[in-house]
T-cell receptor, first 111, second 112 residues
Framework: QKEVEQNSGPLSVPEGAIASLNCTYS??????FFWYRQYSGKSPELIMF????GDKEDGRFTAQLNKASQYVSLLIRDSQPSDSATYLCAVGEDSSYKLIFGSGTRLLVRP | DTGVSQDPRHKITKRGQNVTFRCDPISEHNRLYWYRQTLGQGPEFLTY????????KSRLLSDRFSAERPKGSFSTLEIQRTEQGDSAMYLCASSLAADEAFFGQGTRLTVV
């Protein structure tokens, strides 16, 4: 059973701080890694994807991938109250057509 | 709006009734996925279409569930003889080849 593990949180950070969200996965053959943001009652929204080891930056977001450790993380710099949401980590197989999701980490950014 | 569109957004049905949901993917996307999400969990994969071909069905998709994608355009997901355990958010997503998948707004099903 392929698994993606996330701490459910909530992770509480003050406004302006860096929020660090972590995810581990069980399948060494996984090739693609995604972070989705989900507000309460809404559908997931893709915010970052990463395919290679290392860091990938997009605005205030940085995704980090370490395939040897089977570890993915998402850093959110200068956190804003509007970033308060559940962050879902998803892992794709070779063809990346099927995503295995973690249960999400709830982030709370305090004004 | 050129995103993934799902209809209806909400559905309340009595146990034992049949329901059908529709998904219109982003127009150039040839891949279409259905996921189900329950409270506090991440989405779970149900089925996948490449164009009109249904290439995989999860074991979660019992015989009461059927999905179609005629002509490789919109897709429908039907649940027959609904049960209370079917209450969930049903999410449709689409992608172009092996690229990132984009989700629609979802259909929230409540079985009473």
């Amino acid at each position: 059973q392929k698994e993606v593990e996330q701490n459910s949180g909530p992770l509480s950070v003050p406004e302006g701080a860096i929020a660090s969200l972590n995810c581990t996965y069980s399948d060494r053959g996984s090739q693609s890694f995604f972070w989705y943001r989900q507000y309460s009652g809404k559908s997931p929204e893709l915010i970052m994807f990463i395919y290679s080891n290392g860091d990938k930056e997009d605005g205030r977001f940085t995704a980090q991938l370490n395939k040897a450790s089977q570890y993915v993380s998402l850093l959110i710099r200068d956190s804003q109250p509007s970033d308060s949401a559940t962050y879902l980590c998803a892992v794709g197989e070779d063809s990346s057509y099927k995503l295995i999701f973690g249960s999400g980490t709830r982030l709370l950014v305090r004004p | 709006d050129t995103g993934v569109s799902q209809d209806p957004r909400h559905k309340i049905t009595k146990r034992g009734q049949n329901v059908t949901f529709r998904c219109d993917p982003i127009s150039e996307h040839n891949r279409l996925y259905w996921y189900r999400q329950t409270l506090g969990q991440g989405p779970e994969f149900l089925t996948y279409f490449q164009n009109e071909a249904q290439l995989e069905k999860s074991r979660l998709l019992s015989d009461r569930f059927s999905a179609e994608r005629p002509k490789g355009s919109f897709s429908t997901l039907e649940i027959q003889r609904t049960e209370q355990g079917d209450s969930a958010m049903y999410l449709c997503a689409s992608s172009l080849a092996a690229d990132e998948a984009f989700f629609g707004q979802g259909t929230r099903l409540t079985v009473v």
